[in-house]
C-alpha cells in the first residue's frame, strides 16, 4: 500500500513549527546544490517564483 500527501509550502511550514518567531513573515526555503528557491511560505509567493535563484 502506497499514499501520496501533498502540502502546501511543507517545508517552509515546517520551518515556521520550529521557528516561531517566523510566524507571519515571508520564509523560503531553498535547495542546497543551486540554491533555487523550493518552498515558498503563503506571505514570501508575491515576491519570490517558484525556482528563482
Known amino acids: 500500500m502506497f499514499a501520496l500527501c501533498d502540502v502546501n509550502s511543507f517545508y517552509a511550514s515546517c520551518e515556521t513549527v520550529f521557528r516561531p518567531d ?3 513573515r515571508p520564509v523560503v526555503v531553498l535547495s542546497n546544490n543551486d ?6 511560505s503563503a506571505e514570501a509567493k508575491p515576491f519570490v ?5
Open 22 to 24: 517566523l510566524k507571519g
Open 35 to 40: 540554491g533555487c528557491v523550493i518552498a515558498r
Open 49 to 53: 517564483k517558484m525556482g528563482e535563484p
